[in-house]
């Protein structure tokens, strides 16, 4: 019963331990999940900003490179009355304006080319020295001095203010054409975003008109601007535009919570806590500043908190089975040295019970330092009372208790007689002589030819035999003076069945047994062979 208290008590220990220890250690990840996405997302979000701000670099680069282009310039600049009819008459608007725009027609299609043959990595592009970027340019607009179109590369036809009066439409272009100074901007385009880079065209000081590029903002563009762990999502105002990541139905419901967080006015200092698509994200806002007519664009960088806190408590799983292990462990390790511990009082217990039967040579012995020695020692005094003889003295040199006489018995002093050639022959006696029950009067069996103590000692059972054979020994042992102490029952039998089984052999009998005899002042035990 005590063993299993104890295996119960360490049980509920390293439970509490166990439970202790998750809970502790789940919290601690969870925050340091928290943490590191936190500090990830400002990462992140300088990466986009400056991804967003060398995208706008290398447009304004190749945007200056065309607009620095002479043949533009010229041909913008070309004198009305240098273009007359067939007949020598001068053109009107229209007409005049159609000349130019075939004039620069003609230049956007060598860029244009150009641009092409960049985008598809041929050799021979790479006399083109704005290689920020390898794909062509998504818009590509030639503006006069006032913002009317006169060429565009995907639209031959393209000219005239009845078209393309851009300047109208995005008011941008006239700040440029005001201030002279190039700038970037984000246009929608057929309800597509676009980044556009616009570069004044000058000659003789003043603009001759403008250059304006753009490439369109893309799920393919965020997702370049992404890294592992992390998703980016542009908006304009209140609407998700393009994502890295999202579909279609999370961007719609990214756009509620744009709208109703005013994200476009976030400052990107603080981060953002949201639900989506059943998960939790943290989030942080960059905004894309110095575009006019995108004044609350921005960008939405965000992980999900549920997969990345998931991924960290995984391992923390494997602490209730380290526990278990460690538990079974140590219920095995105190169970082993328990029963190490228990084994001296086993002992004695056993004895007692001999000693309650009888067998009043008992001796206890044990371990000198376990607890269990005051009691053997206790005992043996008690025995000694019982039985009349005199009470033990200090222990010898190795651990036996001192007989009156100063020795201890001692396995190798037990004497085994020898049979001599008349004694049964040397043969083994017949347990069939010994036909009938023990205690009938000895003249009743003087057919057999065998002596009482014979026939007694064929007839025993077993166990009778065993604590008889150690009484008359401890007895002879005794009445002759010969020291008793530290004999005990399984070291005498024991000492008794190795010379039986030698005996039994060299006689060829079934078993052997043993009668005590004291002849010329010494205690011996003569064998007697049975078949």
């Known amino acids: 019963m005590f063993p299993i208290k104890a295996g119960g008590a360490l049980f509920a220990v390293f ?55 002479p043949e533009i310039a010229a041909s913008l600049l070309t004198p009305r009355d240098a273009l007359k009819t067939a007949e020598g008459a001068p053109l009107n608007d229209d007409d005049f304006r159609y000349e130019i725009h075939k004039q620069v027609n003609e230049q956007v299609a060598a860029w244009s080319t150009r641009f092409a043959a960049l985008a598809d990595g041929k050799a021979e592009a790479r006399t083109v020295s704005a290689d920020f970027r390898r794909e062509k340019p998504d818009l590509f607009f030639i503006l006069d001095a006032t913002g009317v179109g006169v060429a565009r590369a995907d639209d031959k036809a393209w000219f005239g203010p009845a078209e393309a009066n851009v300047a ?59 890294a592992a762990g992390y998703g980016v999502a542009y908006f304009l105002g209140e609407r998700i535009r393009k994502s890295s ?18 994200l476009y006015d976030n400052d990107g200092r603080a981060l953002i806590e949201f639900a989506l698509a059943g998960e939790s994200y943290i989030g942080l806002v960059g905004k894309l500043g110095g575009h006019p007519t995108a004044p609350q664009a921005g960008f939405l960088v965000f992980a999900s908190s549920t997969a990345a806190k998931a991924r960290a408590l995984e391992g923390i799983g494997l602490i209730p089975l380290l526990l278990l292990a460690g538990f079974v462990l140590a219920l095995g390790l105190i169970l082993f040295f328990f029963r190490q511990f228990l084994q001296p009082f086993e002992e004695i217990d056993q004895g007692v019970v001999e000693i309650i039967n009888g067998n009043l040579d008992r001796w206890f012995e044990g371990p000198a330092k376990h607890p269990a020695a005051g009691l053997s020692q206790n005992l043996n005094v008690m025995v000694c009372q019982l039985s009349g003889r005199p009470l033990p003295e200090d222990e010898d040199e190795v651990g036996h208790t001192k007989s009156p006489h100063g020795e201890t018995w001692a396995e190798d002093r037990m004497f085994i007689e020898e049979l001599s050639a008349s004694e049964f022959g040397v043969r083994p006696v017949d347990a069939a002589q010994a036909a009938g029950p023990v205690g009938v009067p000895s003249d009743a069996n003087s057919q057999s030819g065998l002596a009482p103590d014979i026939l007694r000692l064929i007839r025993e059972t077993e166990d009778s035999y065993r604590k008889r054979l150690f009484r008359e020994y401890t007895e002879a042992l005794r009445a002759n003076g010969d020291p008793i102490q530290g004999i005990t029952f399984e070291k005498f039998h024991a000492t008794i069945q190795s010379n039986a089984d030698l005996l039994r052999e060299k006689y060829g009998a079934t078993q052997v047994r043993f009668l005590i005899q004291t002849r010329d002042g010494k205690v011996s035990l003569k064998p007697v062979p049975i078949k």
């Open 245 to 262: 990541t999202l579909d279609t139905a999370n961007e719609t419901e990214l756009s509620k919570i744009v709208g109703e967080r005013k």
């Open 15 to 69: 439970a509490t331990l166990s439970a202790a220890l998750y809970f502790h250690l789940s919290g601690s990840i969870v925050q340091r999940t928290e943490a590191d996405i936190g500090d990830r997302l400002r990462v992140a979000q300088r990466a986009v900003d400056g991804s967003r701000r060398l995208n706008d670099f290398a447009l304004s680069a190749r945007t200056a490179e065309v607009a620095a282009t």
């Open 168 to 226: 109208k439409e995005f008011p941008a272009v006239n700040q440029v054409i005001t201030s002279g100074t190039a700038l970037n901007d984000i246009w929608i385009v057929k309800d597509a975003p676009m980044h556009v880079a616009i570069e004044p065209i000058r000659a003789g000081g003043k603009v001759a008109g403008l250059v304006v590029l753009g490439t369109r903002l893309t799920d393919a563009e965020a997702k370049r601007d992404q």
